[in-house]
């Protein structure tokens, strides 16, 4: 089970880190990665940290503002976003994967088998 927490309304620029805790499951053994789905959209690759060595891979988008880190002793995955924008806005998934393929596809949702609930990140300008 994963629960995602740290979500809220900030100002255009702001920073805010998510945090995403993991029962049932070691984080250190999965794939984890966080998504985001604003209002009307599909939802999309924010960036993944695999679980072997701790590799990260970043949507383009987020490239230089976001950072994925793994606290392996509170078994839990942090999303740390700076310089946040209004399009920054979205509910944020946190999601895990054992599927050893998944680094040739981090983006692809059908890839995780394990998502949390969603938090809100509201950027206001």
């Known amino acids: 089970q994963l629960v995602e927490s740290g979500g809220g309304l900030v100002q255009v620029g702001d920073s805010l880190s998510l945090s995403c805790a993991a029962s049932?499951?070691?984080?250190?053994?999965?794939?984890m990665a966080w998504f985001r789905q604003a209002p009307g959209k599909e939802r999309r690759f924010v960036g993944a940290?695999?679980?072997?060595?701790?590799?990260?891979y970043y949507a383009e988008s987020v490239k230089g503002r976001f950072t994925i880190s793994r606290d392996n002793a509170k078994n839990t995955v942090a999303l740390q976003m700076n310089t946040l924008k209004p399009e920054d806005t979205a509910v944020y998934y946190c999601a895990g994967s054992i599927d050893i393929g998944v680094w040739n596809q981090p983006s692809n949702t059908n890839r995780y088998a394990y998502w949390g609930q969603g938090t809100q990140v509201t950027v206001s300008s």
């Open positions: 940290m695999l679980w072997s060595g701790g590799g990260t």
């Open positions: 049932g499951g070691t984080v250190s053994t999965y794939t």
